[in-house]
């Protein structure tokens, strides 16, 4: 089994844009969770905004925590 499988995707909105990259989002089950942007998204110099909707990974041991992989 792959480690990508285990992983949840869910969307969610940014609130807060804060240093080094993280952002605070506000999950569509109503939850606010800390994220970091996915290296192909800083690659790319993709920018986040608040307000922006983006797609975001959780691993199932940490629902805290999150990375964004995109930007919708």
């Given at each position: ?9 869910i ?8 240093n ?53």
């Amino acid at each position: 089994m792959s480690a990508n499988s285990e992983n949840i995707q869910i969307e969610g909105t940014v609130v807060e844009v804060m240093n080094h990259n993280l952002l605070r989002v506000s999950l569509s089950n109503g939850h606010r969770i800390l994220c970091h942007a996915a290296g192909e998204m800083r690659l790319n110099f993709i920018k986040v905004l608040p307000g922006d909707k983006v797609l975001v990974e959780l691993s199932p041991y940490d629902l805290t925590r999150g990375r964004v992989i995109s930007r919708k």
